[in-house]
């Protein structure tokens, strides 16, 4: 791992490991820590890894962040691969489908709000705008990114899993997004007994993910993983 791109103010390269295709796994609440490093250490022997931390992402800081990421992304010279978002660091990543298309393959989101960390207000106008005609958020009040008033724009197949960390609104967040976004498909992984094997779990499924067809139509999730 090169020491001079590891050492960044507001976004960490824990770990660059293996070779081939390219599988980039970002967070940044320390909880999630343990998963990141099981699931790299999965996926690292049959391809790259690549492992981030970023500084908490807010509705101040993830547009910066998501800069950030792009800029250590194009210094380790990935063009394309597979992003996994655990919780907060959700937003990232698809914020960075979104800027550039060809970057992502395939998204899998685990854990993640449409919202990265939501305070009770901003809860309280997702479910208004739940209620409302898709493609009109209300977004008073608040700069955080709203996956919601974007999901219509992603291309790029993505998958939502829910592991035994999630809450049930967190949950219900991932199966609405499910709803929306064009290419999602949502699996629940809970069921597993330990850390190591949700890790192994979600590895595996990553990997099978990264196979299915970058343009393809919605399909159940048995086409898919």
């Known amino acids: 791992m090169n020491a001079g791109i590891a050492d960044r103010r507001q976004m960490r390269l824990l770990s660059d490991t293996g070779t ?28 790259r890894t690549v492992v981030i931390q970023s500084d908490l992402i807010t509705g101040d800081s993830w547009r910066p962040l998501s800069d950030e990421l792009a800029s250590l992304l194009a210094e ?17 990543v698809q914020n960075l489908a979104l800027d550039n298309a060809k970057l992502a393959r395939t ?16 809860r309280m106008l997702d ?4 209620r409302l005609p898709f493609g009109l958020p209300l977004r008073l009040g608040s700069k955080s990114f ?17 592991t035994s960390r999630a809450s049930s609104f967190v949950s219900r967040e991932l199966r609405d997004l499910g709803g929306v976004a064009p290419t999602a498909w ?16 979600l ?10 067809p970058a343009k393809c139509p919605q399909k159940n999730l048995k086409e898919a993983v």
Do not use: W
């Open 146 to 162: 709203n996956i919601r008033a974007y999901a219509h724009r992603l291309r790029c197949p993505m998958l939502l899993v829910s």
């Open 107 to 122: 998204l899998v989101i685990v854990d993640a709000s449409l919202r990265a960390h939501p305070t009770r207000f901003e």
């Open 203 to 212: 590895a595996d499924i990553v990997l099978a993910f990264h196979d299915t």
């Open 127 to 130: 479910a208004v705008e739940s």
């Open 186 to 201: 949502y699996v629940d992984i809970s069921g597993a007994n330990s850390t190591d094997s949700e890790a192994g779990k």
């Open 76 to 92: 380790l010279k990935i063009k394309q691969g597979t992003f996994v978002g655990l919780a907060a660091g959700a937003a990232l």
């Open 20 to 47: 081939g295709r390219s599988f980039v796994v970002v967070f940044d609440d320390p909880s999630y820590g343990e998963l990141a490093t099981a699931v790299a250490a999965a996926i690292a022997g049959r391809a």
